[in-house]
């Protein structure tokens, strides 16, 4: 038992890394780890039922209804992994973009064929909604980000649609904050410095959005499963285009935020020209991305057998 909980903490904790990074999904990890349909059933459970159960004192029936088993190292997990890596995630993209996202994007080009894999019966159909959720993912990444908005109702929103975005494979919280215009603000200067007047309405909003969007991702796995799993892959591959290693920051030099910093309003995807060192380190990192996957699938499918 010790060693599952262990188990899921891990998974938890590469989640959290994850979804800190614009462009990366933690519900790609949970998806290829082998805890995300329990996650989101777990999630869900969190109903008037859990609350009776609550009333009547009745915590181990509690525990065992909402999944704790997975939740509570799992999201004590992805806590921990935020907190930890928002400073040095900030350090690495600084010194070391390319090299950086070119890891990431080796573990989502490898992601895709651990996630596609599932779809239980390939038709046109789940050709249709893989297509579909490529076009969904690629239009998104498109999109020009908003303006930085601390106002709290706005807040509340962002936590919501940001954490929707991250249990969902393929689509990033992050970049979704980012598109917000309040990636910085959120993930980078109020988790580093604890600045709890802007985590609060956001984690509020994260509660309340990922409560009511279980029910609806429970509802389609049990309903149209093949459908879901071949949409969620076609969001994957969409990705690809947002975490491009090679690529430079359009920024508009008329509109900066409260730091001094321009507005990122799209980016520059360019191939290497040179095939020297800088390259070379990007290439190793896309496979070191690739063995990630590979070792990461490994501990999902050994955790079931457990």
């Given amino acids: 038992m010790n060693k599952v909980y262990l188990s899921n903490a891990l998974k938890g904790f590469l989640m959290g890394a994850a979804n800190v990074i614009p462009g990366v999904s933690g519900g790609t990890i949970a998806f290829i780890t082998g805890i995300y349909e329990d996650l989101i059933e777990g999630v869900k459970s969190f109903d008037l039922d859990a609350f009776n159960l609550l009333k009547q004192k009745r915590i181990k029936d509690l525990l065992d209804h909402v999944n704790a088993h997975v939740l509570i190292p799992v999201f ?80 509340l ?23 917000m215009g309040n990636y910085t603000l959120i993930m980078v200067n109020a988790i580093s410095n604890f600045d709890f007047a ?31 799993i071949s949409l969620m892959t076609g969001f994957i591959l969409g990705s690809l285009m947002t975490i491009w290693p090679w690529k430079n920051e359009i920024t508009d030099p008329n509109i900066v935020n409260s730091k001094g910093v321009m507005k990122v309003i ?6 290497p020209e040179t095939f020297d060192g800088t390259t070379i380190f990007a290439l190793v990192m896309v496979v070191l991305g690739i063995i990630s996957v590979y070792f ?11």
């Fill in 76 to 155: 004590l997990g992805a806590g921990i992994s935020i907190i930890s890596l928002a400073k040095l995630l900030k350090f690495l993209f600084l010194t070391y973009p390319t090299q950086v996202w070119a890891y990431f994007f080796g573990l989502i080009l490898a992601s895709i064929w651990f996630v596609g894999k599932t779809i239980p019966k390939v038709n046109l159909a789940t050709i249709i909604s893989f297509l579909a959720g490529t076009a969904i993912a690629v239009y998104i990444a498109m999109q020009v980000p908003a303006q930085e908005n601390d106002a709290t109702w706005y807040l």
């Fill in 198 to 228: 802007i985590i609060a309405p956001v984690g509020l909003g994260a509660v309340l959005g990922l409560l009511a969007f279980s029910h609806l991702l429970t509802y389609l796995f049990k309903n149209f499963k093949g459908y879901t």
């Fill in 157 to 179: 929103i962002c936590g919501a649609v940001a954490m929707c975005s991250m249990i969902l494979p393929g689509l990033s919280g992050s970049f979704v904050l980012l598109l």
């Fill in 266 to 271: 799209g980016y520059d995807r360019y191939l």
């Fill in 296 to 306: 990461v699938e490994n501990m999902g499918e050994k955790t079931k057998e457990a």
